[in-house]
Nanobody
Framework: QVQLVESGGGLVQAGDSLRLSCAAS???????MGWFRQAPGKEREFVTA????????CYRDSVKGRFTMSRDKGKNTMYLRMNSLKPEDTAVYFC?????????????????WGQGTQVTVSS
């Protein structure tokens, strides 16, 4: 049974940093693992993704230079370091995983999802 478990969310002030973690179990991943977010009243949107094997990354324009993805293969865990947080970053953040390598930004290619972790940034 595949499980993705997020952690690390919380309430912070604008300009602060947070690190989210996503621990994966149940299978070996070899494609993109990504982060998506959903703000209240809005559709879920792509944030960033990292290819588990190659390390290639892709980022949403609004988070480039502020957010960084990384992975620990030994722990089967990926991380999202978020710096210079803004109130508009407030959302539930979900990690997701592909089975085969497809376009990194489309959630249609991610069959596995975590439950989400809340990130709230106050102004």
């Amino acid at each position: 049974q595949v499980q993705l478990v997020e952690s690390g969310g919380g309430l912070v002030q604008a300009g602060d940093s947070l690190r989210l973690s996503c621990a994966a179990s149940g299978r070996t991943f070899s494609s993109y693992m990504g982060w998506f977010r959903q703000a209240p009243g809005k559709e879920r949107e792509f944030v960033t993704a990292l290819h588990w094997i190659s390390g290639d990354t892709c980022y949403r324009d609004s988070v480039k230079g502020r957010f960084t993805m990384s992975r620990d293969k030994g722990k089967n865990t990926m991380y999202l370091r978020m710096n210079s947080l803004k109130p508009e970053d407030t959302a539930v953040y979900f990690c997701a995983a592909q089975i085969s390598t497809y376009q990194c930004e489309s959630e249609d290619y991610y069959p596995y999802w975590g439950q989400g972790t809340q990130v709230t940034v106050s102004s």
